[in-house]
């Protein structure tokens, strides 16, 4: 697959999942609060909403870590090191996350909104809000590390076309 197509869909897949996860976490909970008048009415939607997310999550970091390889040995070492750990943070979270979700879901009771335990599920929500926002800020850095390293690769210059006979 040619870069563009692979840079194409890097960008489309990035923007699908933290794309989706900011404007959900900037826009949707906070309007779906006042629509349905409160926080905890939001979480049930949210619970199935972020479980798409991290669903999304795993298939977008499939795909990186193949875009990685594939850029490899074209990237200087500062970029193989930088991209490698902001992908690995970014896979370090994801089953953060979803261990997280399972032991937060064991509090939720959708007949009526009802939540078990307020306390533990306060803390693991605490939890949760931390290691997506981890994951964010990494993907945040690796789109930036690689527009960067994208724009001194396409700058390098390459070797000429030799005519043919």
């Known amino acids: 697959m040619p870069p563009l197509w692979r840079r194409f869909i890097f960008v489309l897949l990035l923007g699908g999942w933290m794309g989706g996860f900011s404007f959900y976490a900037l826009v949707v909970i906070p309007t779906a609060g006042k629509v ?13 909403v972020t479980s798409w997310l991290n669903l999304i999550g795993i298939f977008t970091l499939g795909y990186f870590a193949w875009h990685l390889a594939r850029d490899w040995w074209r990237l200087d070492r500062f970029f193989r090191r930088s ?14 996350l979803l261990f997280n979700h399972f032991a937060m879901s064991r ?9 078990h335990e307020f306390s533990d599920f306060e803390r693991l929500h605490f939890l949760y809000l931390w290691f997506a926002t981890a994951q964010w800020g990494a993907a945040l850095l690796h789109l930036l590390l690689y527009l960067r390293a994208w724009q001194i690769l396409d700058a390098a210059p390459t070797a000429p076309i030799k005519p043919t006979p």
């Open 83 to 96: 991209l490698t750990g902001t992908w690995g943070l970014m896979a370090a979270m994801l089953p953060c």
């Open 107 to 115: 509090h939720l009771a959708p007949n009526g909104f009802k939540i």
């Open 36 to 48: 349905l008048g409160g926080e905890r009415e939001v979480g049930f939607v949210t619970q199935a």
